[in-house]
Protein backbone atom coordinates (compact mmCIF):
# COMPACT_ATOMS: atom_id res chain seq x y z
CA UNK A 1 0.00 0.00 0.00
CA UNK A 2 1.54 3.23 -1.36
CA UNK A 3 1.56 5.74 1.87
CA UNK A 4 1.71 8.82 -0.08
CA UNK A 5 -1.64 7.57 -1.71
CA UNK A 6 -3.68 6.28 1.82
CA UNK A 7 -2.15 9.48 4.23
CA UNK A 8 -2.96 12.54 2.74
CA UNK A 9 -3.03 15.81 4.89
CA UNK A 10 -6.14 17.06 6.35
CA UNK A 11 -6.31 20.24 7.18
CA UNK A 12 -7.71 20.37 10.81
CA UNK A 13 -9.90 23.55 11.02
CA UNK A 14 -10.17 23.29 14.30
CA UNK A 15 -8.71 20.95 17.45
CA UNK A 16 -10.56 18.07 18.78
CA UNK A 17 -13.29 17.79 16.36
CA UNK A 18 -15.85 15.48 17.00
CA UNK A 19 -17.18 12.66 14.51
CA UNK A 20 -20.63 13.57 12.72
CA UNK A 21 -23.22 12.04 14.95
CA UNK A 22 -22.38 14.27 17.86
CA UNK A 23 -24.25 16.83 19.42
CA UNK A 24 -23.05 20.46 18.42
CA UNK A 25 -21.92 21.91 21.38
CA UNK A 26 -23.03 25.35 20.39
CA UNK A 27 -24.90 26.68 17.54
CA UNK A 28 -24.46 30.15 16.14
CA UNK A 29 -26.83 32.47 17.74
CA UNK A 30 -28.58 33.27 14.21
CA UNK A 31 -29.39 29.70 13.67
CA UNK A 32 -31.71 29.87 16.89
CA UNK A 33 -34.20 31.36 14.31
CA UNK A 34 -36.30 33.22 16.91
CA UNK A 35 -37.81 34.92 13.76
CA UNK A 36 -39.35 30.90 13.31
CA UNK A 37 -40.99 31.04 16.71
CA UNK A 38 -42.76 34.32 15.66
CA UNK A 39 -43.95 33.17 12.30
CA UNK A 40 -45.23 29.80 13.96
CA UNK A 41 -47.23 32.04 16.40
CA UNK A 42 -48.73 34.25 14.19
CA UNK A 43 -50.04 31.60 11.73
CA UNK A 44 -51.79 29.66 14.70
CA UNK A 45 -53.23 33.02 15.88
CA UNK A 46 -54.41 34.25 12.65
CA UNK A 47 -56.23 30.93 11.65
CA UNK A 48 -57.99 30.27 14.88
CA UNK A 49 -59.19 34.17 14.62
CA UNK A 50 -59.90 33.43 11.46
CA UNK A 51 -62.21 30.33 12.25
CA UNK A 52 -64.14 31.82 15.26
CA UNK A 53 -64.94 34.62 12.77
CA UNK A 54 -66.31 32.10 11.00
CA UNK A 55 -68.29 30.20 13.37
CA UNK A 56 -69.66 33.32 14.81
CA UNK A 57 -70.92 34.92 11.20
CA UNK A 58 -73.06 31.77 10.91
CA UNK A 59 -74.57 32.30 14.28
CA UNK A 60 -72.52 30.36 16.86
CA UNK A 61 -72.38 31.82 20.24
CA UNK A 62 -69.49 32.65 20.84
CA UNK A 63 -69.41 32.02 24.83
CA UNK A 64 -70.11 28.20 24.17
CA UNK A 65 -66.61 28.36 22.56
CA UNK A 66 -65.14 28.55 25.91
CA UNK A 67 -66.39 25.67 27.02
CA UNK A 68 -64.16 21.91 26.43
CA UNK A 69 -63.90 20.58 23.94
CA UNK A 70 -64.52 23.29 21.48
CA UNK A 71 -61.30 25.24 22.26
CA UNK A 72 -59.24 21.92 21.94
CA UNK A 73 -61.47 21.11 18.59
CA UNK A 74 -60.00 25.10 17.19
CA UNK A 75 -56.63 24.67 17.88
CA UNK A 76 -56.06 21.40 16.88
CA UNK A 77 -58.04 22.17 13.55
CA UNK A 78 -55.89 25.51 13.46
CA UNK A 79 -52.95 23.18 13.33
CA UNK A 80 -53.92 21.26 10.88
CA UNK A 81 -54.95 24.15 8.60
CA UNK A 82 -50.80 25.08 8.81
CA UNK A 83 -49.08 22.14 8.79
CA UNK A 84 -47.68 21.96 5.41
CA UNK A 85 -46.27 25.68 6.19
CA UNK A 86 -42.73 23.20 6.82
CA UNK A 87 -42.96 21.23 4.42
CA UNK A 88 -43.30 24.28 1.78
CA UNK A 89 -40.15 25.76 3.70
CA UNK A 90 -42.51 29.07 5.02
CA UNK A 91 -40.27 29.37 7.93
CA UNK A 92 -37.00 29.13 5.96
CA UNK A 93 -35.49 32.50 5.41
CA UNK A 94 -33.63 31.82 2.52
CA UNK A 95 -36.56 31.15 0.62
CA UNK A 96 -39.22 33.30 2.11
CA UNK A 97 -37.77 36.65 1.83
CA UNK A 98 -38.72 36.57 -2.03
CA UNK A 99 -42.37 38.17 -2.34
CA UNK A 100 -43.67 35.84 -5.46
CA UNK A 101 -42.10 32.55 -4.03
CA UNK A 102 -43.15 33.60 -0.75
CA UNK A 103 -47.16 34.14 -1.62
CA UNK A 104 -46.90 30.89 -4.13
CA UNK A 105 -45.82 28.53 -1.51
CA UNK A 106 -48.09 30.13 1.14
CA UNK A 107 -51.02 29.41 -1.52
CA UNK A 108 -49.78 25.85 -2.27
CA UNK A 109 -49.02 24.93 1.46
CA UNK A 110 -52.15 26.06 3.15
CA UNK A 111 -54.63 24.51 0.49
CA UNK A 112 -52.99 21.16 1.57
CA UNK A 113 -54.20 22.45 5.03
CA UNK A 114 -57.02 23.03 3.94
CA UNK A 115 -57.57 19.40 2.47
CA UNK A 116 -56.58 18.27 5.80
CA UNK A 117 -59.12 20.28 7.51
CA UNK A 118 -61.54 18.31 4.69
CA UNK A 119 -60.49 15.31 5.85
CA UNK A 120 -61.30 15.76 9.42
CA UNK A 121 -64.77 16.61 8.25
CA UNK A 122 -65.45 14.32 6.50
CA UNK A 123 -64.58 11.41 8.83
CA UNK A 124 -66.94 12.75 11.79
CA UNK A 125 -69.26 12.97 9.24
CA UNK A 126 -69.30 9.93 7.75
CA UNK A 127 -68.68 7.82 10.85
CA UNK A 128 -71.72 6.17 10.72
CA UNK A 129 -71.28 5.13 6.72
CA UNK A 130 -67.69 3.66 7.42
CA UNK A 131 -69.80 1.50 10.93
CA UNK A 132 -72.42 0.35 8.87
CA UNK A 133 -70.20 -0.38 5.22
CA UNK A 134 -66.81 -1.87 6.63
CA UNK A 135 -66.27 -3.84 3.95
CA UNK A 136 -67.27 -1.80 1.26
CA UNK A 137 -64.72 0.71 2.90
CA UNK A 138 -62.30 -1.93 3.05
CA UNK A 139 -62.05 -3.28 -0.58
CA UNK A 140 -61.94 0.91 -1.67
CA UNK A 141 -59.06 1.58 0.33
CA UNK A 142 -57.19 -1.18 -0.81
CA UNK A 143 -58.00 -0.39 -4.25
CA UNK A 144 -57.15 2.82 -4.14
CA UNK A 145 -53.65 1.91 -2.28
CA UNK A 146 -53.01 -0.22 -5.48
CA UNK A 147 -53.66 2.43 -7.44
CA UNK A 148 -51.53 5.11 -5.62
CA UNK A 149 -48.28 2.30 -5.78
CA UNK A 150 -48.74 1.86 -9.50
CA UNK A 151 -48.83 5.59 -10.43
CA UNK A 152 -46.56 7.03 -7.36
CA UNK A 153 -43.59 6.59 -8.89
CA UNK A 154 -45.06 9.78 -11.42
CA UNK A 155 -46.79 11.12 -8.19
CA UNK A 156 -44.38 10.88 -6.02
CA UNK A 157 -44.41 14.33 -4.03
CA UNK A 158 -48.14 14.67 -4.45
CA UNK A 159 -48.48 11.23 -3.11
CA UNK A 160 -46.61 11.79 0.35
CA UNK A 161 -48.47 15.01 1.12
CA UNK A 162 -51.23 13.15 -0.07
CA UNK A 163 -50.19 10.19 3.17
CA UNK A 164 -48.95 13.02 5.25
CA UNK A 165 -52.56 14.88 4.68
CA UNK A 166 -54.46 11.44 6.24
CA UNK A 167 -51.66 10.87 9.02
CA UNK A 168 -52.14 14.53 10.73
CA UNK A 169 -56.51 14.47 9.86
CA UNK A 170 -56.25 10.94 11.85
CA UNK A 171 -54.04 12.34 14.34
CA UNK A 172 -56.24 15.99 14.76
CA UNK A 173 -59.12 13.26 15.26
CA UNK A 174 -57.77 10.85 17.91
CA UNK A 175 -56.66 14.32 20.02
CA UNK A 176 -60.26 15.79 19.35
CA UNK A 177 -61.71 11.89 20.40
CA UNK A 178 -59.95 12.36 23.60
CA UNK A 179 -61.97 15.41 24.51
CA UNK A 180 -65.02 14.30 22.89
CA UNK A 181 -65.49 10.34 23.03
CA UNK A 182 -69.00 10.31 21.39
CA UNK A 183 -70.66 12.20 19.01
CA UNK A 184 -69.43 15.27 16.54
CA UNK A 185 -68.19 17.93 18.44
CA UNK A 186 -70.64 21.27 17.71
CA UNK A 187 -67.48 23.24 16.26
CA UNK A 188 -67.91 21.18 13.45
CA UNK A 189 -71.70 20.85 12.92
CA UNK A 190 -71.57 22.27 9.69
CA UNK A 191 -69.02 22.87 6.95
CA UNK A 192 -70.54 26.37 5.57
CA UNK A 193 -68.70 27.80 9.32
CA UNK A 194 -65.28 25.72 9.05
CA UNK A 195 -64.69 26.70 5.30
CA UNK A 196 -65.76 30.48 5.64
CA UNK A 197 -63.48 30.45 8.77
CA UNK A 198 -60.70 29.32 6.92
CA UNK A 199 -61.01 32.24 4.00
CA UNK A 200 -60.95 34.74 6.76
CA UNK A 201 -57.60 32.95 8.08
CA UNK A 202 -56.27 32.89 4.32
CA UNK A 203 -56.79 36.73 4.49
CA UNK A 204 -55.26 37.17 8.01
CA UNK A 205 -52.35 35.50 7.28
CA UNK A 206 -51.67 37.43 3.85
CA UNK A 207 -51.52 40.49 5.98
CA UNK A 208 -49.83 38.91 9.09
CA UNK A 209 -47.19 37.10 7.14
CA UNK A 210 -46.53 40.29 4.48
CA UNK A 211 -46.11 42.50 7.46
CA UNK A 212 -44.12 40.40 9.97
CA UNK A 213 -41.98 39.21 6.96
CA UNK A 214 -41.36 41.92 4.34
CA UNK A 215 -41.89 44.75 6.78
CA UNK A 216 -40.53 44.15 10.35
CA UNK A 217 -37.84 41.31 9.48
CA UNK A 218 -36.77 42.80 6.31
CA UNK A 219 -37.16 46.12 7.01
CA UNK A 220 -37.61 47.32 11.00
CA UNK A 221 -35.24 44.62 11.95
CA UNK A 222 -32.88 43.80 9.34
CA UNK A 223 -30.25 44.03 11.46
CA UNK A 224 -31.02 41.69 14.08
CA UNK A 225 -32.83 39.20 11.78
CA UNK A 226 -30.56 38.71 8.59
CA UNK A 227 -27.81 36.33 8.62
CA UNK A 228 -23.88 36.08 8.37
CA UNK A 229 -22.29 35.07 5.47
CA UNK A 230 -18.87 34.39 4.37
CA UNK A 231 -17.78 33.34 0.37
CA UNK A 232 -14.78 31.04 0.36
CA UNK A 233 -13.74 32.07 -3.07
CA UNK A 234 -12.34 34.93 -5.49
CA UNK A 235 -13.33 34.06 -8.73
CA UNK A 236 -16.59 35.38 -10.77
CA UNK A 237 -18.35 33.08 -8.70
CA UNK A 238 -17.89 34.50 -6.07
CA UNK A 239 -18.35 37.91 -7.31
CA UNK A 240 -21.58 37.12 -9.06
CA UNK A 241 -23.54 35.29 -5.99
CA UNK A 242 -21.78 37.83 -4.14
CA UNK A 243 -23.64 40.77 -6.30
CA UNK A 244 -27.01 38.53 -6.57
CA UNK A 245 -27.62 39.36 -2.90
CA UNK A 246 -26.93 42.48 -2.99
CA UNK A 247 -29.26 43.14 -6.12
CA UNK A 248 -32.27 41.29 -4.13
CA UNK A 249 -31.55 43.00 -1.30
CA UNK A 250 -31.63 39.63 0.59
CA UNK A 251 -31.85 39.52 4.39
CA UNK A 252 -28.29 38.36 4.35
CA UNK A 253 -24.91 40.21 5.36
CA UNK A 254 -21.75 39.20 3.19
CA UNK A 255 -19.21 39.36 5.86
CA UNK A 256 -16.05 38.85 3.63
CA UNK A 257 -14.28 36.30 1.61
CA UNK A 258 -11.95 33.83 2.31
CA UNK A 259 -9.67 31.38 -0.28
CA UNK A 260 -7.33 28.53 0.63
CA UNK A 261 -4.50 30.42 1.11
CA UNK A 262 -3.68 33.51 -0.36
CA UNK A 263 -6.64 35.37 -2.04
CA UNK A 264 -7.81 38.81 -2.95
CA UNK A 265 -10.63 41.23 -2.10
CA UNK A 266 -14.48 39.77 -3.49
CA UNK A 267 -15.00 41.97 -6.79
CA UNK A 268 -18.58 43.35 -6.08
CA UNK A 269 -20.99 45.96 -5.85
CA UNK A 270 -20.14 46.62 -2.77
CA UNK A 271 -16.81 46.17 -1.21
CA UNK A 272 -16.00 43.52 0.56
CA UNK A 273 -13.01 42.97 3.10
CA UNK A 274 -10.31 40.01 2.56
CA UNK A 275 -10.57 37.78 6.12
CA UNK A 276 -7.98 35.40 5.97
CA UNK A 277 -7.12 31.85 4.56
CA UNK A 278 -9.05 28.73 5.39
CA UNK A 279 -7.05 28.22 8.38
CA UNK A 280 -8.25 31.18 9.83
CA UNK A 281 -11.78 30.05 9.56
CA UNK A 282 -12.61 29.33 13.31
CA UNK A 283 -11.33 32.38 14.22
CA UNK A 284 -13.42 34.00 11.63
CA UNK A 285 -16.75 32.65 12.10
CA UNK A 286 -16.93 32.71 15.92
CA UNK A 287 -15.54 36.89 15.89
CA UNK A 288 -18.50 37.26 12.79
CA UNK A 289 -20.94 35.21 14.21
CA UNK A 290 -21.30 33.44 10.88
CA UNK A 291 -24.64 31.94 10.35
CA UNK A 292 -23.59 30.09 6.61
CA UNK A 293 -20.51 29.34 4.12
CA UNK A 294 -21.08 29.69 0.31
CA UNK A 295 -17.95 27.89 -1.71
CA UNK A 296 -17.46 28.41 -4.72
CA UNK A 297 -13.32 27.65 -4.91
CA UNK A 298 -13.32 24.84 -7.88
CA UNK A 299 -9.55 23.91 -6.97
CA UNK A 300 -10.69 23.25 -3.00
CA UNK A 301 -9.31 19.60 -2.99
CA UNK A 302 -11.71 17.23 -2.14
CA UNK A 303 -9.82 15.66 1.41
CA UNK A 304 -10.14 19.60 2.47
CA UNK A 305 -14.04 20.07 1.68
CA UNK A 306 -14.91 17.13 3.84
CA UNK A 307 -13.06 19.11 6.73
CA UNK A 308 -14.56 21.67 5.75
CA UNK A 309 -18.17 20.07 5.95
CA UNK A 310 -17.09 18.37 9.28
CA UNK A 311 -16.33 22.02 10.91
CA UNK A 312 -20.00 23.21 9.77
CA UNK A 313 -21.64 20.02 11.19
CA UNK A 314 -20.06 21.01 14.58
CA UNK A 315 -20.62 24.59 14.73
CA UNK A 316 -24.35 24.23 13.64
CA UNK A 317 -23.72 26.57 10.21
CA UNK A 318 -24.92 25.41 6.72
CA UNK A 319 -21.97 25.06 3.68
CA UNK A 320 -23.73 26.34 0.43
CA UNK A 321 -21.81 25.04 -2.90
CA UNK A 322 -21.89 26.01 -6.48
CA UNK A 323 -23.30 22.79 -8.61
CA UNK A 324 -20.59 22.97 -11.08
CA UNK A 325 -17.82 21.66 -7.30
CA UNK A 326 -19.75 18.64 -7.02
CA UNK A 327 -21.12 17.64 -10.79
CA UNK A 328 -22.59 13.78 -9.52
CA UNK A 329 -24.52 15.72 -7.14
CA UNK A 330 -25.92 18.24 -9.70
CA UNK A 331 -26.82 15.63 -12.15
CA UNK A 332 -28.46 13.42 -10.11
CA UNK A 333 -30.64 14.50 -7.03
CA UNK A 334 -32.11 17.40 -6.24
CA UNK A 335 -30.49 21.07 -5.86
CA UNK A 336 -31.79 23.31 -3.18
CA UNK A 337 -32.22 26.66 -3.48
CA UNK A 338 -30.21 29.54 -2.33
CA UNK A 339 -31.80 33.39 -2.43
CA UNK A 340 -32.90 32.12 -5.90
CA UNK A 341 -29.88 30.28 -7.57
CA UNK A 342 -29.45 26.96 -7.40
CA UNK A 343 -26.91 25.44 -4.95
CA UNK A 344 -25.94 22.22 -2.95
CA UNK A 345 -26.74 22.77 0.48
CA UNK A 346 -24.71 20.23 3.43
CA UNK A 347 -26.85 20.82 6.10
CA UNK A 348 -25.14 22.04 9.49
CA UNK A 349 -27.97 20.96 11.71
CA UNK A 350 -29.47 17.83 10.78
CA UNK A 351 -27.22 15.25 11.42
CA UNK A 352 -27.40 15.44 15.32
CA UNK A 353 -28.18 12.33 18.33
CA UNK A 354 -32.13 13.09 17.10
CA UNK A 355 -31.72 12.01 13.85
CA UNK A 356 -29.62 8.52 14.52
CA UNK A 357 -32.68 7.61 17.45
CA UNK A 358 -35.37 8.70 15.26
CA UNK A 359 -33.39 6.34 12.62
CA UNK A 360 -33.33 3.29 15.12
CA UNK A 361 -36.87 3.32 16.28
CA UNK A 362 -37.93 3.43 12.24
CA UNK A 363 -35.58 0.81 11.76
CA UNK A 364 -36.68 -1.36 14.43
CA UNK A 365 -40.67 -0.66 13.32
CA UNK A 366 -40.18 -1.81 9.86
CA UNK A 367 -37.49 -4.40 9.65
CA UNK A 368 -39.36 -6.68 12.34
CA UNK A 369 -42.33 -7.24 9.94
CA UNK A 370 -40.52 -7.33 7.03
CA UNK A 371 -38.40 -9.70 8.45
CA UNK A 372 -41.56 -11.97 9.23
CA UNK A 373 -43.57 -11.51 6.63
CA UNK A 374 -40.53 -12.56 4.20
CA UNK A 375 -39.69 -16.04 5.95
CA UNK A 376 -41.31 -17.90 3.94
CA UNK A 377 -39.19 -16.40 0.89
CA UNK A 378 -35.76 -16.81 2.69
CA UNK A 379 -36.55 -20.41 3.34
CA UNK A 380 -36.88 -20.80 -0.13
CA UNK A 381 -34.18 -19.28 -1.31
CA UNK A 382 -31.97 -21.93 1.74
CA UNK A 383 -33.40 -24.35 0.16
CA UNK A 384 -32.83 -23.20 -3.40
CA UNK A 385 -29.31 -22.45 -2.54
CA UNK A 386 -28.07 -26.01 -1.18
CA UNK A 387 -29.89 -28.13 -3.95
CA UNK A 388 -27.71 -26.04 -6.55
CA UNK A 389 -24.47 -26.40 -5.08
CA UNK A 390 -22.55 -27.49 -2.21
CA UNK A 391 -21.81 -25.30 0.70
CA UNK A 392 -23.51 -23.03 3.29
CA UNK A 393 -26.55 -21.34 2.80
CA UNK A 394 -25.19 -18.14 4.36
CA UNK A 395 -21.92 -16.30 3.57
CA UNK A 396 -20.61 -14.53 6.75
CA UNK A 397 -18.46 -11.51 5.40
CA UNK A 398 -16.32 -9.33 7.83
CA UNK A 399 -17.87 -5.71 6.80
CA UNK A 400 -16.54 -2.24 7.89
CA UNK A 401 -19.63 -0.85 9.69
CA UNK A 402 -20.00 2.69 12.16
CA UNK A 403 -16.54 3.91 13.01
CA UNK A 404 -14.49 1.60 11.53
CA UNK A 405 -15.67 -1.29 13.28
CA UNK A 406 -15.79 -4.80 11.87
CA UNK A 407 -18.96 -6.97 11.94
CA UNK A 408 -20.61 -9.63 10.49
CA UNK A 409 -22.65 -9.20 7.29
CA UNK A 410 -24.50 -11.97 6.53
CA UNK A 411 -25.76 -12.56 3.08
CA UNK A 412 -27.17 -15.67 0.91
CA UNK A 413 -23.91 -17.35 -0.37
CA UNK A 414 -23.94 -16.90 -4.57
CA UNK A 415 -20.45 -18.20 -5.49
CA UNK A 416 -19.17 -21.01 -5.64
CA UNK A 417 -16.91 -22.60 -2.50
CA UNK A 418 -13.81 -22.42 -2.30
CA UNK A 419 -13.23 -19.83 -4.83
CA UNK A 420 -10.59 -16.74 -5.09
CA UNK A 421 -11.07 -13.25 -3.53
CA UNK A 422 -8.00 -12.28 -5.51
CA UNK A 423 -9.93 -11.33 -8.35
CA UNK A 424 -12.34 -9.23 -6.58
CA UNK A 425 -9.59 -7.63 -4.44
CA UNK A 426 -7.11 -6.53 -7.31
CA UNK A 427 -10.29 -5.60 -8.83
CA UNK A 428 -11.10 -3.23 -6.35
CA UNK A 429 -7.86 -2.35 -5.39
CA UNK A 430 -7.55 -0.90 -8.72
CA UNK A 431 -10.66 0.94 -8.70
CA UNK A 432 -10.01 2.90 -5.41
CA UNK A 433 -6.61 4.03 -7.01
CA UNK A 434 -8.36 5.15 -9.88
CA UNK A 435 -6.70 2.61 -12.23
CA UNK A 436 -10.11 2.00 -13.87
CA UNK A 437 -13.00 4.37 -15.11
CA UNK A 438 -15.60 4.47 -16.78
CA UNK A 439 -14.39 4.41 -20.13
CA UNK A 440 -12.06 1.84 -19.43
CA UNK A 441 -14.87 -0.78 -18.50
CA UNK A 442 -17.80 0.11 -20.61
CA UNK A 443 -19.30 2.18 -18.18
CA UNK A 444 -19.49 -0.50 -15.49
CA UNK A 445 -17.72 0.26 -12.82
CA UNK A 446 -17.95 -0.84 -9.02
CA UNK A 447 -18.99 -4.66 -10.21
CA UNK A 448 -17.43 -7.42 -12.18
CA UNK A 449 -19.18 -8.75 -14.77
CA UNK A 450 -19.88 -12.82 -15.89
CA UNK A 451 -18.16 -13.19 -12.47
CA UNK A 452 -17.13 -17.40 -13.57
CA UNK A 453 -17.30 -17.53 -9.47
CA UNK A 454 -21.18 -17.18 -9.71
CA UNK A 455 -23.24 -20.08 -9.30
CA UNK A 456 -26.63 -20.22 -11.26
CA UNK A 457 -28.81 -19.55 -8.65
CA UNK A 458 -26.59 -16.69 -7.63
CA UNK A 459 -26.88 -15.13 -10.59
CA UNK A 460 -30.57 -15.06 -10.13
CA UNK A 461 -30.54 -13.81 -6.50
CA UNK A 462 -27.89 -10.96 -7.84
CA UNK A 463 -29.95 -9.90 -10.78
CA UNK A 464 -32.78 -8.89 -8.18
CA UNK A 465 -30.17 -7.80 -4.97
CA UNK A 466 -31.98 -11.53 -2.95
CA UNK A 467 -28.66 -12.33 -1.81
CA UNK A 468 -28.74 -9.07 0.48
CA UNK A 469 -31.66 -9.84 2.18
CA UNK A 470 -30.04 -11.63 5.25
CA UNK A 471 -28.89 -8.31 6.35
CA UNK A 472 -32.25 -7.62 7.75
CA UNK A 473 -30.63 -9.62 10.48
CA UNK A 474 -27.65 -7.39 10.70
CA UNK A 475 -30.73 -4.24 11.13
CA UNK A 476 -31.95 -5.88 13.76
CA UNK A 477 -28.89 -6.26 15.77
CA UNK A 478 -28.15 -2.73 15.17
CA UNK A 479 -25.04 -3.58 13.23
CA UNK A 480 -26.46 -1.94 10.22
CA UNK A 481 -29.17 0.67 9.01
CA UNK A 482 -32.07 0.18 6.55
CA UNK A 483 -30.70 3.12 4.65
CA UNK A 484 -26.90 4.16 4.69
CA UNK A 485 -23.94 3.79 2.66
CA UNK A 486 -23.12 0.52 2.08
CA UNK A 487 -20.47 -0.92 4.33
CA UNK A 488 -17.33 -2.00 2.80
CA UNK A 489 -14.33 -5.07 2.72
CA UNK A 490 -11.72 -4.53 5.59
CA UNK A 491 -8.97 -4.38 2.60
CA UNK A 492 -10.80 -1.88 0.98
CA UNK A 493 -11.21 0.32 3.83
CA UNK A 494 -7.02 0.20 4.49
CA UNK A 495 -6.78 1.68 1.02
CA UNK A 496 -9.23 4.32 1.27
CA UNK A 497 -8.20 8.05 1.33
CA UNK A 498 -8.88 9.76 4.49
CA UNK A 499 -11.41 11.78 3.37
CA UNK A 500 -13.09 8.65 1.70
CA UNK A 501 -13.43 7.03 5.35
CA UNK A 502 -15.69 9.88 6.14
CA UNK A 503 -18.42 7.18 5.17
CA UNK A 504 -18.06 5.21 7.93
CA UNK A 505 -19.09 7.96 10.34
CA UNK A 506 -22.57 6.46 10.47
CA UNK A 507 -24.06 2.75 10.26
CA UNK A 508 -23.77 1.16 6.86
CA UNK A 509 -27.44 0.14 5.00
CA UNK A 510 -28.65 -2.19 3.05
CA UNK A 511 -29.68 0.76 0.21
CA UNK A 512 -28.33 3.94 -0.10
CA UNK A 513 -28.52 7.12 -2.10
CA UNK A 514 -25.67 5.81 -4.58
CA UNK A 515 -27.97 2.07 -5.09
CA UNK A 516 -30.81 4.56 -6.44
CA UNK A 517 -29.20 7.06 -8.28
CA UNK A 518 -25.95 5.33 -10.05
CA UNK A 519 -25.25 1.90 -8.43
CA UNK A 520 -22.20 0.58 -10.71
CA UNK A 521 -22.61 3.45 -13.34
CA UNK A 522 -20.83 5.94 -11.37
CA UNK A 523 -17.27 6.27 -10.90
CA UNK A 524 -15.64 5.25 -6.95
CA UNK A 525 -14.93 8.97 -6.29
CA UNK A 526 -18.63 9.65 -7.37
CA UNK A 527 -20.03 7.20 -5.11
CA UNK A 528 -18.16 7.84 -1.86
CA UNK A 529 -19.67 11.91 -3.06
CA UNK A 530 -23.34 10.69 -3.05
CA UNK A 531 -22.61 8.68 0.50
CA UNK A 532 -21.40 11.66 1.84
CA UNK A 533 -24.08 14.39 0.59
CA UNK A 534 -26.28 11.41 2.14
CA UNK A 535 -23.98 11.68 5.94
CA UNK A 536 -24.56 15.33 5.85
CA UNK A 537 -28.42 15.73 4.78
CA UNK A 538 -29.99 12.29 5.90
CA UNK A 539 -33.79 12.85 6.94
CA UNK A 540 -36.58 10.08 7.61
CA UNK A 541 -38.18 11.69 4.34
CA UNK A 542 -35.17 10.89 2.60
CA UNK A 543 -34.80 7.33 3.94
CA UNK A 544 -38.49 6.60 2.92
CA UNK A 545 -37.49 8.10 -0.70
CA UNK A 546 -34.44 5.94 -1.22
CA UNK A 547 -36.74 2.42 0.15
CA UNK A 548 -39.27 3.62 -2.36
CA UNK A 549 -36.86 4.15 -5.13
CA UNK A 550 -34.92 0.76 -4.24
CA UNK A 551 -37.90 -1.06 -5.17
CA UNK A 552 -38.31 0.45 -9.11
CA UNK A 553 -34.51 -0.43 -8.60
CA UNK A 554 -33.94 -3.87 -8.00
CA UNK A 555 -37.19 -4.63 -10.40
CA UNK A 556 -35.36 -3.09 -13.33
CA UNK A 557 -32.56 -4.57 -12.24
CA UNK A 558 -30.19 -1.26 -13.10
CA UNK A 559 -26.56 -2.43 -12.19
CA UNK A 560 -27.20 -5.80 -10.52
CA UNK A 561 -24.64 -8.20 -11.99
Same mark, same amino acid.
Given at each position: MSSEYSNEKTINLTPGMRKITARPKKLRAGSQSFYKLILFFSDFAMVAIGLIMGLGITGMDLLSILYTPCPIVILTVSLAAISFFPTYH????????? &?????? *??????????????????? &????DIVDTNIKLLFVSTSIAAIALLLLSRYFWEHQLHLIKALGIGFIAIGIISIFRPTGKPAVLENFESIYLGLIFAAGLLAVSRFFLLHVVFNIWGRRQFRRQIIILG??????????????????????? *??????? @????? @???KDYLGNLRELPQIVEK? !?????????????????????????? #???????????????? #??????? &???????RFSGQKNSWVINKLKHGFDALITLPAFIIQLPVLLFIALAIKLNSKGPVFYLAKAVGKNARIFNM???? #??????? #????? !??????????????? !????????????????????????SLDEMPQLINVLKGDMSLVGPRPCLPYEYDIYKEWHKRRTAVRPGITGLWQVTGRSEVS????????????? *??????????????VFVVLGKKGAY
Amino acid at each position: MSSEYSNEKTINLTPGMRKITARPKKLRAGSQSFYKLILFFSDFAMVAIGLIMGLGITGMDLLSILYTPCPIVILTVSLAAISFFPTYHLYNYHVIFL &FKNHLK *NTGKAYCWGILTVGIIMLV &FEWSDIVDTNIKLLFVSTSIAAIALLLLSRYFWEHQLHLIKALGIGFIAIGIISIFRPTGKPAVLENFESIYLGLIFAAGLLAVSRFFLLHVVFNIWGRRQFRRQIIILGSDKEAARITNHIIDLNAPFWVTG *NIDIKEG @RKLNA @RLPKDYLGNLRELPQIVEKG !NVNEIVITNKNIPKHTLIALFDFCVD #SGINAWLSPGLLKIID #SKLYIDN &FCGLEMIRFSGQKNSWVINKLKHGFDALITLPAFIIQLPVLLFIALAIKLNSKGPVFYLAKAVGKNARIFNMYKFR #SMEVDNQ #SDLHK !NYVTKLIKGEITNAG !NNGQTLKITNDPRVTAVGRILRKFSLDEMPQLINVLKGDMSLVGPRPCLPYEYDIYKEWHKRRTAVRPGITGLWQVTGRSEVSFEDMILLDLYYMY *NRTLLMDLNILFETVFVVLGKKGAY
